[in-house]
């Protein structure tokens, strides 16, 4: 009698329970990553091709998987304001002697103007560039800038479907 009651017990608990699921899956085989100063590389080899993503429920988070992916899907979805965050750009040193650095990271694709403004606020120094939804490094010589203190103002005039962007940054100049 024992034997068939925990037969019983043991078939229910086993019906509402599941160990696998049988789904495609591929582990990685091979894979890495390397820094070099700022700049970091990943790699993996054997990885399944299915890429989807998921959203906590707020929208603070946002995991994804399948291939390495350095960027989200829809980056507007996170940032649709119209200045950029400080994961879509970066920018350094500050104080700087020779040069500036600006590192875009953003999906969005458009004009990129960039602009130097004197505390008198006389533009000393501007380019635009077409910028393609992939990372962007623009270094801007500043060596033969006088030392002070100036605005690097950045603006992203966005093709159609894509989110226009701007910011103002205070950089140094030394000696």
């Known amino acids: 009698m ?10 229910f608990i086993s019906i509402s329970c599941f160990s696998q699921s049988i789904t495609p899956a591929v582990i990685n085989i091979s894979g890495g990553s390397s820094q070099k100063g700022y700049y970091q590389f990943e790699w993996s080899v054997g990885e399944m091709s299915l890429i989807n993503e998921m959203e906590s429920k707020p929208n603070l988070f946002v995991l994804t998987n399948g291939f390495l992916q350095p960027y989200l899907l829809n980056p507007a979805l996170n940032n649709p ?43 000393v120094y501007s380019t635009e560039l077409q910028t393609f939804g992939v990372d962007l490094i623009q270094k801007i010589p500043v060596s033969h800038l ?4 100036y605005v690097l103002h950045i603006e992203l005039e966005a093709d159609q479907n894509f989110v226009s962007k701007n910011g103002a940054y205070k950089i140094i100049k030394i000696q």
């Open 2 to 11: 024992k034997n068939k009651i925990a037969i019983i017990i043991v078939s």
């Open 81 to 123: 304001n119209n200045q950029f965050n400080a994961d879509e750009i970066k920018i350094f040193p500050s104080p700087a002697s020779s040069y500036v650095e600006i590192n875009l990271f953003t999906h969005e694709q458009g004009r990129l103007r960039i602009a130097f403004y004197n505390a008198l606020g006389q533009k």
């Open 146 to 149: 006088s030392s002070g203190t």
